[in-house]
């Protein structure tokens, strides 16, 4: 009975724990939305108001205008994944896959991003893989894997996925060049709500959402996903075994 009450005060708190960051979170971004639509409204009021403005501070305000616009439209996605962030009841649909082809196609989405910080992405995967999932929640885990590399990698440094095919299954690392991640840290970056850079202006420290949905999907697999970092590296590595 005393184990049963702990059990219980523990997930009572747990639980009160993961609101209260989910609250300031919230908290967090509604501050975040008013700083660049801020930004929009006063850069797109000049080009109204200005007419003879330049060309180039012309295209230098629209520049602007449209970094702060998409940096809006990350938050609202954050707000999203907030409002949806509840897997538990979500069944899998699962059909077969290339592996390899899957990732080719993800790494190729990402180029613009890799060129904003002149990252190299090495997928190395020995062989062609095929596997059975749920397409859908898979490409998403490895969305949010190569998002989260990229935020968190140096300029100037490489991406390296790779695939390894076992009896068991196959294992897919994620391995970015970046500030080591301390071990408290690390611990709980697979956390619901749990960021690694709490500042509230870091374009990267996101909702704290994509590693902890990566977890779930990939426990829904009956898989696994763990965390390593050393030396300014950092590895995320997924587990998923062959389904029947």
Do not use: W
């Amino acid at each position: 009975m005393n184990q049963l009450k702990q059990e219980s005060i523990r997930n009572a708190r747990l639980a009160k724990e993961a609101e209260q960051r989910k609250n300031d979170l919230i908290v967090y971004l509604a501050h975040d939305l008013k700083t660049p639509l801020t930004s929009i409204i006063g850069y797109l009021t000049l080009l109204r108001d200005e007419n003879m403005i330049s060309e180039d501070l012309r295209e230098k305000y629209l520049s602007v205008a449209l970094e702060k616009s998409e940096r809006l439209e990350d938050l609202i996605n954050e707000f999203f994944e907030i409002t949806r962030f509840n897997l538990s009841e979500l069944a899998l649909e699962p059909s077969r896959v290339n592996l390899t082809r899957m990732l080719e196609q993800i790494t190729y989405e990402f180029k613009p991003l890799f060129a904003a910080k002149n990252l190299d992405c090495s997928l190395q995967v020995a062989a062609e893989v095929d596997i059975k999932c749920d397409v859908n929640k898979i490409e998403r885990v490895f969305d949010n894997l190569i998002r989260n590399a990229i935020n968190y990698s140096f300029e100037n440094s490489t991406v390296t996925i790779f695939v390894v095919r076992k009896p068991e299954g196959v294992y897919i690392a994620f391995r970015n060049h970046g500030n080591t991640i301390p071990k408290e840290k690390l611990n709980r970056i697979f956390e619901q709500f749990y960021r690694l850079d709490s500042s509230r202006a870091t374009k990267s420290g996101g909702a704290g959402l994509g590693l902890a949905i990566a977890k779930q999907i990939i426990e829904l697999h009956q898989g696994s996903v763990t965390a390593a970092s050393e030396n300014e590296m950092v590895e995320i590595v997924v587990f998923l075994p062959f389904m029947p």
